[in-house]
C-alpha cells in the first residue's frame, strides 16, 4: 500500500441502499486500520425476497475489522442491520445516544421475530429453505457492546477518533454525528446528519434541532429534498389538527363508527396519543374508548418513562393517565375488537404502511363500512398496502393477497405529520455550513439530482466553494 493511500480517510457508499434510495444508511469510514461505520440499517421495500436478499448480502468490508458502530437514530432502516455483523464476526463497540439502549433492544427483538416470520413465508413461497437473517445469540452479542454517550459533549475514543451527538429534532435520542479523525498528524471532520427533523414544527418530548457550523465533509439526508413536495408548515399543522377533532366527533360520536390510524411503533404512536389528549383530554363529555394496539409501541411507551424529564415527563404521565386509553398486549384482545366488538373507538394500532402488525386485523371491518374512517399521519411507500388503500379506486382491496374486501370507508391524508426536514430548511442548513464537500444520501436518486444543482447554486449565492457530491452506490469520497 502506498504511502499516499495509507494517509487518506476514505468514506465507502457501496454497502448502503440509502447510497440511492431512502432506506438501508450505512456508511463505511476507514482511516489507516481504524475502521468504523455510521448507521447500520435494513432496506425496506414492499418485497419480502428483495429485501431479504438485500439485507442478507455480503458486506463489502470484513465484519471483524469494524472497531466502533454509530448509530444517529433507532429507526430500522438505520439500526437494525447491526445483529447481523455480530453473526458475521463483528466485536466493534456501538456507540449511540443516551437513552436508546432499550429502545434497540425492542427494535432488534421484533425485527428478529419479523424475519422469523418473513423466512417461513419464503420457505413456502419458494420451494426451499429460507433461514432468518440473524438470531436471538446474534441479538444479544449486539446488546452486550452497546455504550451510551449523552448529548452536546465531545468524547475522545482513543489518540485519533472524538466524537459528539448533536440534536437532529428527528425522534427521541435522534443525533447528529460529529466525528474528528486524526490520520498521520491531519484532523479531518466528518459531519453525518443523521435524520433530520422538521423545524417548522415543534414536537412533544423531542429535542429541538440544532445546527453545526462547519466540517470538512457533510454526509446529509435528502429524504424530502422535492422542492415540488407540499411542504409542512404550523399552519397546516392547525388545519389538521381541526381535521382530527371534526372527523372524530363526526365519525365516532354522530356515526357510531370507527377511526383508524395506522401509526409507526416509534415516535408516530407517542405524538398522535399526545395530540388527541390535547384535543379530547380536558372534554369530560367525551367517552370514546383510544385503543393502543402495538405491543412493540408499548413497549416504547416504558422507554419514554425512562428517559423523558421533567416537563416533558410531566406531559407523557399526564397524557397516558388519560382514563380513555385501552392498552392492548395479546392477540385475543385485538381480536375482541376487531372482529366482535362493534363499539365506536379510535385505534392507533402498527404499522404505519399497514404492511403488517396488528392494523392488519382492523383493516377489513374498517374498510367494509362506508361511515368508518382511515387517517393517514405518516409516510407510506409507493405499493404499499396502505398506498394502495389510499390510492385504490377499485371497489375490492386484497390484504395480504389473500382476503378481498370491500373499500367503501372514508379516507383522510394529514400532510403535517412529517418528520423529517423539509427541502427549503435542507436547502439553508447545508448552505451555510462551511465544508469541503456535502454528500447527499437518503434520497431517491432523480431528487438527488435536482437538489443537488438547486444546493450547487445556492453556495455559490453565498460565495463559498462546497462541492456537492450526489451519492451513488459506486462512490468513495476521500479526505
Known amino acids: 500500500m502506498s504511502s499516499k493511500k495509507k494517509n487518506t480517510i476514505t468514506v465507502d457508499f457501496s454497502n448502503a441502499e440509502a447510497s440511492e434510495h431512502v432506506t438501508g444508511s450505512m456508511y463505511h469510514v476507514k482511516a489507516g486500520d481504524l475502521e468504523l461505520l455510521l448507521d447500520c440499517g435494513l432496506a425496506q421495500s414492499n418485497n419480502i425476497l428483495k429485501d431479504y436478499r438485500a439485507n442478507n448480502a455480503h458486506f463489502k468490508f470484513k465484519a471483524k475489522n469494524i472497531k466502533y458502530i454509530f448509530l444517529s437514530h433507532l429507526h430500522l432502516d438505520h439500526s437494525q442491520r447491526v445483529s447481523l455483523l455480530y453473526k458475521r464476526g463483528c466485536e466493534a463497540t456501538i456507540i449511540m445516544p443516551k437513552g436508546s439502549k432499550r429502545i434497540f433492544k425492542d427494535m432488534a427483538e421484533d425485527t428478529l421475530h419479523i424475519f422469523q416470520k418473513d423466512s417461513e413465508v419464503l420457505s413456502k413461497q419458494c420451494g426451499k429453505k429460507y433461514e432468518p437473517i440473524f438470531g436471538s445469540e446474534d441479538v444479544k452479542k449486539a446488546l452486550d457492546h452497546i455504550v451510551e454517550y449523552d448529548f452536546n459533549e465531545i468524547f475522545e475514543l482513543e489518540d485519533n477518533l472524538k466524537f459528539r451527538f448533536i440534536p437532529s429534532g428527528h425522534i427521541l435520542c435522534g443525533a447528529q454525528i460529529e466525528l474528528w479523525i486524526t490520520n498521520n498528524n491531519t484532523t479531518k471532520k466528518i459531519l453525518y446528519t443523521g435524520d433530520l427533523g422538521n423545524v417548522f414544527i415543534k414536537k412533544d418530548y423531542i429535542t429541538p434541532f440544532e445546527p453545526v457550523e462547519k466540517a470538512n465533509l457533510i454526509i446529509g439526508e435528502t429524504t424530502y429534498g422535492d422542492k415540488t413536495r407540499k411542504i409542512s408548515t404550523l399552519k397546516q399543522r392547525e388545519k389538521d389538527l381541526e381535521k382530527i377533532e371534526e ?5 365516532c360520536i354522530r356515526d357510531k363508527a370507527r377511526v383508524l390510524i395506522p401509526c409507526f411503533a416509534l415516535d408516530r404512536l407517542q405524538t398522535m396519543i399526545t395530540i388527541l389528549y390535547d384535543i379530547f383530554g380536558k372534554d369530560e363529555s367525551f367517552k370514546i374508548p383510544i385503543l393502543m ?12 418513562f425512562n428517559i423523558l424529564e421533567n416537563e416533558d415527563l410531566e406531559k407523557f404521565s399526564q397524557v397516558m393517565s388519560w382514563k380513555n386509553i385501552v392498552q392492548i398486549r395479546e392477540y385475543p384482545e385485538t381480536k375482541y375488537w376487531a372482529e366482535e366488538c362493534s363499539d365506536p373507538c379510535v385505534i392507533l394500532a402498527a404499522s404505519g404502511m399497514v404492511q403488517n402488525g396488528r392494523c392488519l386485523a382492523y383493516l377489513p371491518n374498517i374498510l367494509s363500512y362506508w361511515r368508518n374512517h382511515i387517517l393517514f399521519c405518516g409516510y407510506l411507500s409507493e405499493n404499499s398496502l396502505g398506498w394502495k388503500v389510499k390510492n385504490s379506486k377499485s371497489k375490492y382491496i386484497k390484504i395480504n ?32 455550513i462551511r465544508a469541503d464537500k ?18 450547487q447554486k445556492e453556495i455559490s449565492k453565498k460565495g463559498f466553494t462546497t462541492r456537492v457530491v450526489c451519492v451513488n452506490s459506486g462512490t468513495k469520497i476521500n479526505l
Do not use: W
Open 401 to 432: 393477497d389473500k382476503i378481498s374486501c370491500r373499500n367503501q370507508c372514508f379516507i383522510t391524508s394529514l400532510n403535517s405529520f412529517s418528520s423529517h426536514m423539509q427541502y427549503p430548511s435542507l436547502l439553508k442548513y447545508y448552505s451555510e
Open 438 to 455: 456535502i454528500a447527499l444520501v437518503h434520497g431517491q436518486m432523480d431528487v438527488k439530482l435536482q437538489f443537488q444543482k438547486d444546493l
Open 293 to 304: 394496539d402495538t405491543p412493540l409501541g408499548l413497549k416504547h411507551i416504558k422507554s419514554y
Open 247 to 251: 372527523i372524530i366527533r363526526n365519525t
